[in-house]
């Protein structure tokens, strides 16, 4: 019977050890105790370390975190986070599925931050830009089977958060990132006709 009852109770473990980070965003600017302990959860050191699912929520609360957070520890959150999947050492262990499920968990987490405008200074953003830098030379290959969801169900939908988020970027950034010049922009309105997720993703730009 406890062999049953086990993964249930792993379960809702997880769960409400997610709940337990979600307060304590919600509340750390009023209890500095749980401020001290997301400090400690978000650094790469014991990141490392969390479950899984307590990883991708904190990376899908990035803008709550960036609102509790010092200027000084919002600067090492976000080289942190670029840290991590800059190293496939750190996050080793997980199928290439559970890493495409963090990474999308981020790339909500940074359009959240860039939608609520929480950054506001330059300085804080080109933090944030590095970081979709390396999540986006991490996104699979759209030419791959694994793009189709043969090998990785998630792939369709990373594709399509990234594009949400690089929606949200700055304009000038984005076209200097992509090396797009002047001429390329105007035809991109031909390349999104082509590509529908692209083009309702880009509606706002």
Not at 13 to 21: D, F, K, N
Not at 128 to 136: A, D, M, R, S
Not at 172 to 188: G, R, T, Y
Request: aromatic share 10%; proline share 2%; with cysteine.
């Amino acid at each position: 019977m406890s062999e049953v009852l086990l993964p249930d109770s792993a379960l809702k473990r997880g769960a409400l050890r997610e709940e337990c980070v979600q307060f304590s965003i919600a509340h750390a600017n009023q209890f500095d105790p749980l401020l001290t302990f997301l400090d400690e959860l978000s650094d790469l050191t014991r990141f490392r370390t969390l479950e899984l699912n307590l990883q991708s929520c904190l990376l899908f609360h990035l803008a709550g975190l960036i609102k509790v957070f010092s200027g000084s520890r919002l600067e090492k959150l976000l080289d942190d986070i670029a840290e991590y999947f800059c190293s496939d050492i750190l996050y080793q262990g997980y199928s290439s599925d559970q890493k495409s499920s963090l990474r999308i968990s981020c790339w909500v987490g940074l359009y959240q931050c860039l939608e609520g405008a929480v950054l506001s200074s330059v300085e804080y953003i080109s933090n944030l830009e590095k970081c979709i830098e390396v999540l986006f030379h991490l996104l699979p290959a759209s030419e791959s089977a694994a793009f189709t969801g043969v090998d990785l169900p998630n792939a369709a939908e990373e594709w399509r958060v990234a594009v949400q988020c690089l929606a949200k970027a700055q304009g000038d950034w984005l076209l200097d990132f992509l090396q797009v010049n002047m001429v390329n922009h105007l035809s991109m309105e031909h390349f999104f006709s082509e590509n529908s997720c692209l083009r309702f993703c880009f509606v706002d730009i």
